[in-house]
């Protein structure tokens, strides 16, 4: 899909006519005309300035539209987590919410620290295990299957549809190796972000709220850390990599899986981040960017972009 759609006037006259019987339902009043901030080929967003503050309308494009049926979820499980769902229609894609505040992207340059990690990383984990029970509705919804018995199958598809060199399909059989030995610490597979960074968390009155799900999966759980710890967090306020110790952060993680599951967990995860970058290949492919693929690719084989 390119991003044309979402600038159609039809289309946009439908979103507008949404966005006002909703909120009429609501008894909320609109103050003026809706904006278009954010126009990407995946999805577009709106603002629209209301007596109670901004709200947002976010529609997500056919291969994610069930962004809002997860979001959703989310919502009804954990609304701790998430900016209040004011509406959602989830055959379209549809969201409205509340405003989430400020990005973390904004808030640790001017907090200069990376201790607010430190409540969204468990907070994040609460929401994969509460939602434990919701993986095979959250499959027939439509979030993509990245589970370790598909990964390798889904690499070798991946490696077809990009003309990989010889040394990406020569790791196919490492990532099957690799599955096999992570599904050997027996925990369970869930709902997944795959995306977790600094520009998907919002703070809001203090607290944490996480955002953007178009790219979850149900996978193992651990491998959200490739993204968030060696993607973000180990490159530190100053952008240089391995310049944080990212141990701390880990264990924030993984102490409410601690409390439910024996084993060695670090151990899990250090197979999980080193897999969870194939995972991330393969689940975040856009056809017209090979790109970042590719990136992704490199982090699985060589552990550097």
Known sequence: MDDMRWRDPDWLAG?????DDRLDELGVVRTGELEQPHVYPWSTVLRVPTRQGDVWFKASGDGLRHEAAVTARIAARRPDAVPPLLAADTTAGWMLMTDAGESLRTVVPREQSLDRWYDVLPLYAGVQLDL???????????VPDMRLA???KGYERLMDEIGADRRFRDAAPLVADLCDELAAFGLPELLQHDDLHDGQVFVR???????????????????????????????GLEDV???VDVAPFRDAYLAPYAERFDGDLVAATEVA????WACRAVNGHVPSDHDHTFTRLRMFLDGRP
């Open 150 to 152: 598909t990964l390798p």
């Open 15 to 19: 979103v507008h006519a949404w966005v």
């Open 273 to 276: 981040m080193r897999l969870g």
């Open 205 to 235: 009155d203090d607290r944490p709220l996480l955002m953007d799900w178009g790219d979850v999966c149900i996978s193992h759980p651990f491998f959200t850390l490739s993204v968030t710890l060696q993607g973000v967090l180990a490159w």
């Open 241 to 243: 990599q391995d310049s």
């Open 132 to 142: 434990a029970d919701d993986v095979d509705e959250l499959l027939a919804l439509g």
